[in-house]
């Protein structure tokens, strides 16, 4: 269960700080961070906006790690996917600029976290032995 509250808490620390970027400057981010070309800015503002949401529930989920592990899946989804098009990205070379070294970067961070996001839902899922009972003395 640790795993999976430190996972979710950094993930969500993550997101939300690139939803504040996005929401605040998005030019900066994708212009200069990503070398993407110049898109509307508000596009962007509104997926600040959802990242820094989306971390908001990865805390909630982490604090009741352990009634809501299961909802954890979501977030591996996320994640993986995101990770999946960064690096696709960076490979690819999508779009008319060559891939900028934050999409290797995001990628990768992006993959290491849905992999530590997964082990953290498989270790939550795993039943703890319970304490085996004191067996009483008998004394005769």
Known sequence: MKLLKIVLYVDAALAAIAGVLLALVPGWVFNSVLTTPPFEHAWYRIAGIEAVTLAILMVLVARRAEELWRWAWAFVFGT???????????????????????????????????????????????????ASPQEPSSAA
């Not at 993986?80 to 961070?109: E, F, Q």
């Not at 290491?112 to 082990?119: I, M, P, Q, S, T």
């Open 80 to 130: 993986a996917a995101l990770a999946l098009l960064a690096l696709l990205k960076a490979i690819l070379k999508w779009g008319v600029t060559s891939a900028s070294p934050a999409w290797w970067i995001g990628g990768a961070v992006a993959a290491v976290l849905a992999v530590l996001l997964a082990l953290g839902i498989v270790q939550a899922g795993h039943p703890r032995s319970p």
